[in-house]
């Protein structure tokens, strides 16, 4: 069976998101399986889609923060 492609994304985040990438996998990890945060990112991805496909996530509030964010770089 032929190996399943994998396509990489490379974002630029704050130190604040990469703390909280790290807590939540540390938080998910157990002594038996360690979690990643590239692991962590994927799963977020996931639970955003299916918050939107649902109609429970809040557009408008999503749009907010990343306005927010987007005003920080500057």
Known sequence: MP?????????V??????????????????????VSKSEVVRLAIQKIAQELDAGKADLEELR????AEELEEE
């Open 13 to 34: 985040i704050s130190d604040d998101q990469d703390a909280l990438l790290t807590k939540a996998a540390y938080e998910l990890s157990s002594p038996e399986r360690l």
């Open 3 to 11: 190996k399943k492609e994998k396509k990489r994304l490379q974002v």
């Open 64 to 67: 907010k923060t990343l306005e």
